[in-house]
């Protein structure tokens, strides 16, 4: 694993539930958690060894994830602009015990750690099957009805229809 330059605490001391995986590939990259007072935290794999897998962890608030999600921003620069102005860098061992934790200012992330210029979240991947995963995420991002709606009538290309009215789509 890459050497990290932090702040090394005794423990993790968030306290964080999985909401749904953001993307996945032989396993989870980026997963969104959430705390017991509805705040939102990101989960992205950066490293592994013999040991453990590395993730780094921050804050992220409502308006920065919609804008990932619809590719206002990039993953990069999340990490690189955390809302509370640093990452915990998480190690966790395959029964998933913390093994070491780090309090990282992003300028200190080894460059590996930093994902690409165009790293824009294609919210497609998202398993299509998965329409609740999708809907957990809309619900967390979108607080404006009207706003979901149109953003839904996109991603699922249907059109609403009125309580018992026929949908000719």
Not at 66 to 89: A, C, H, M
Not at 119 to 134: G, I, N, P, R, W
């Amino acid at each position: 694993m890459q050497k990290i330059t932090g702040y090394s605490l005794d423990n993790f001391p968030l306290n964080l539930r999985d909401i749904v995986d953001l993307i996945y590939f032989d396993g989870p990259l980026l997963t969104l958690f959430e705390n017991e007072y509805g705040d939102s935290y990101l989960y992205y794999w950066c490293d592994i060894d013999d040991q453990c897998n590395r993730w780094l962890v921050f804050r992220i608030t409502k308006k920065t994830l919609r804008f990932y999600i619809t590719q206002k921003l990039t993953l990069r620069e999340l990490i690189l602009n955390p809302v509370d102005g640093f990452l915990y860098s998480i190690e966790l061992d395959d029964d998933l015990q913390y093994r070491q934790t780090y309090l990282i200012q992003p300028q200190n992330l080894p460059q590996k750690y930093i994902p690409a210029l165009d790293s824009y979240y294609d919210f497609s991947k998202l398993d299509s099957e998965d329409t609740e995963a999708k809907g957990l995420v809309l619900e967390k991002i979108w607080t404006e009805k009207q706003e979901l709606s149109h953003l839904l009538i996109k991603l699922f290309d249907k059109h609403p229809t009125k309580i018992g009215e026929p949908s000719f789509a």
